[in-house]
């Protein structure tokens, strides 16, 4: 029964994997036995994180938003270290303003990361990935791709965005025998969100939205991460499991 949750030797290649919510999913990939690809834009740092973890890890540098980088990265990584079987995509940024004071270019930045990457990056995986008749991509959306709140205005647009995208994959490449699905993380405590937990106010609100009262923590997300890249999910596609301590489950 337990083979069925087995990522051993899997390839699997993270983006935005060098810090944050990223680097939990490759400790924990790792640890299961998973061959791990980390990236980031910083040679040095990605190879520094590669270094610190155990298992067999990877690191490649490249701009998730450069379209010439990711194809190029991807066919260096089918060359030299196998088959891409699991792609997940986490690779994200906040830019934070009211709506009215947006200026285009926080706009464009946060949906090129956050929405427009996982298009480059997947059809490049695809095209490798469609001959095989084989994989699992898995994109990291967010609780605000359903719930909006002032000052994310951009943010809420890039995942909700993603939501429709990871169906449309799904839909599309489904017949290639790939799974599509996404994880939608509520609050968790990272390096991007630790001023909102150190805000009382802000950390009094979350908690009180929150069933389970607390915010939640990375390692929390390796579980679902590990089903949606496992054979236990071979027939689940296009779906957002929201991992949110419940949050919209109450009113």
Not at 215 to 239: C, F, M, Q, R
Request: aromatic share 10%.
């Amino acid at each position: 029964m337990m083979d069925l949750f087995s990522v051993k030797d899997k390839v699997v290649l993270i983006t935005g994997s060098t810090r944050g919510l990223g680097l939990s999913f490759a400790k924990g990939f790792a640890q299961a036995g998973a061959k791990v690809i980390l990236n980031g834009r910083d040679p040095i740092q990605v190879q520094q994180v590669v270094q610190s973890l155990e298992g067999t890890t990877f690191g490649y540098a490249f701009d998730v938003c450069d379209k010439t980088a990711v194809a190029e990265a991807v066919d260096k990584i089918e060359a030299e270290v196998g088959p891409i079987d699991v792609l997940v995509n986490n690779a994200g940024i906040q830019r934070r303003g009211p709506l009215e004071e947006l200026t285009m270019e926080d706009w464009e930045t946060v949906i090129d990361v956050n929405l427009n990457s996982v298009f480059y990056i997947s059809q490049c995986v695809f095209k490798y990935m469609k001959t095989r008749r084989k994989g699992k991509i898995i994109n990291i959306t967010s609780l605000n791709a359903e719930k909006a709140r002032p000052s994310i205005g951009n943010y809420s647009a890039a995942k909700g965005g993603l939501k429709m995208l990871t169906k449309s994959m799904a839909t599309e490449w489904g017949p290639y025998n790939i799974q599509t699905n996404a994880i939608g993380p509520g609050y968790f405590i990272t390096d991007l969100t630790q001023k909102l937990v150190d805000d009382p106010e802000f950390d009094k609100w979350v908690k009180s939205e929150v069933p389970l009262q607390k915010w939640g923590k990375p390692e929390e997300l390796i579980g679902t991460a590990i089903y949606l890249a496992s054979d236990a999910s071979n027939y689940v596609n296009g779906h957002t499991v929201y991992v949110d301590g419940g949050w919209q489950a109450s009113l």
